[in-house]
């Protein structure tokens, strides 16, 4: 896809004299100077702002991304119970945590701080008891005699059989799930991270993560088996996968509905038996992603039917007698256009960018820079200074910054190059170099020079703006 390209790039000047920018997003400081040296030209109103508006608005959607990727979000169309669990074990990790900051680490006194009862029987402990003991002895971990570089794991805690003995007991006795799946994702953390180096002789880690998540699953819980669907994924079990991931999309959980969007839309040769592309079924399950409110489900589905508006061979797979299927590939652009747009409202960045480079491209007849711009821009805060939205957005204000020069260029030509003043008065203060601004510097060397040529001065960036839309580029530097 073309993107903007009929315009030619144009050199950016910045004064060595300005003050050194401040570098915002994830972005370098000499990219924050790039795009502020082309919003001074192309939208000055919105320089002043860009640094602090725009990390301001990533900090706003990375909360609301967080929100809505929470594991309570994820389980609230699966029964209460799961997410009732979910919200206990945040309450009581939030509890143990305060414990052990206010006693200093002090495994004792945190008892003591929480209200436990050392002396208690296992058995005849509240779930609350349970797990606050689980927690409070899996977090005390001693890190500050590692090697530097060395990685740890919950099971590097010196207390961590201990605290897996709770955790086993709130699963055995009470049925509580999530502990479970608190298990099997400290097991996972260690295949991951230490390669079960603090694994008991014999303990395969991977596989006993794996066993825990089905316990939970096979109690029903939408995460646990949305997790054991991952790691038959992961090794080629692709069967047991979707089985799995079946389980936990039709109690809603989005990922495992996502997931079979793309199993689906792959399909796997491999499998035994192979597993054949469906189109029809990716998008039903990707439709489900999107409406549990998935937003990456929505970029799939625009990412495909975009491709589908742009390629017959994939269009074909499609049968007829699909309720997606058209003979008009622009029907396929405005089915992909409506779901990116969908996927855009939750701030998926992809979904943005894409439809940046369709608004910004020649071929689909939606030209508009303007409305490219608006989408670059929300990209490259939604992805917190991505490199290929930086560049994006770049090239957009360039393009936008060289039209503006040739549009002055043309009124030059048509009504002649003309002087501009450049009073300056006995005592050396100038008056602003714009026309019809007749400002006056009140102390030497207060305006603005032009970073070009170096020897005309303005009041404010709005009149070096308009000063060389109204003829001073044709004599810069002359």
Known sequence: MAIIEEVPETPI??????????????????????????????????????????PEMARKFGEDRKERNSVSKKLERAPEVYSQE?????????????????????????????????????????????????????????????????????????????????????????????AAVQLGSFYLHEFKECQGENCLEGEDPEQVSLEYYLKA????????????????????????????????????????????????????????PKIDVD????????????????????????????????????????????????SDPKEYLHTAMSYLNKAAAFAEWESIQLLGMIYGSKEFGLYDLDRAQNLFELALITSNGGAQSFEFLARTLSAKRTIIAEQLAAQEGASGSSSVKQDVDPSGLKTCAAKECENKETKKDEFQRCAGCKKRFYCSRLCQVNDWKKGHKANCKK
């Open 279 to 326: 189109l029809p079924l990716a998008i039903e399950y990707y439709t489900r992603g999107l409406h549990y409110e998935y937003a990456a489900s929505g970029t799939q589905l625009g990412k495909l039917f975009f491709t589908m508006a742009t390629d017959k061979s994939l269009r074909d797979q499609l049968p007829e007698s699909d309720r997606s299927y058209s």
């Open 217 to 272: 699953a096979e109690e029903g819980n939408p995460m646990a088996m949305h997790k054991a669907a991952w790691h038959f994924d992961q090794k080629g079990d692709w069967h047991k996968a979707i089985e799995w991931y079946v389980k936990a999309a039709d109690y809603g959980y989005p990922d495992s509905a996502h997931n079979l969007g793309m199993i689906y839309q792959e399909g796997s040769p491999k499998a035994v």
């Open 13 to 54: 000047v910045i004064d060595s004299n300005e003050a050194p920018v401040e570098a915002f997003l994830g972005l370098s400081r000499e990219q924050c100077h790039i795009l502020l040296a082309l919003y001074h030209v192309v939208d000055p109103s919105l320089e002043p702002a860009v640094p602090t508006l725009f």
């Open 86 to 178: 979910v919200l206990n074990l945040q309450e009581i990790q939030k509890a143990v945590f305060v414990a052990l900051m206010e006693t200093d680490m002090d495994l004792n006194k945190a008892r003591e701080y929480l209200k436990l009862d050392g002396s208690k029987k296992m058995e005849d402990m509240t779930i609350q008891e349970v797990l606050s003991n689980g927690f409070l002895l899996g977090g005390m971990r001693d890190d500050s005699n590692a090697p530097e570089g060395k990685k740890s794991s919950p099971l590097s805690s010196p207390n961590f059989r201990e605290a897996k003995k709770f955790y086993d007991y709130a699963f055995d006795k009470f049925k509580f799930t999530m």
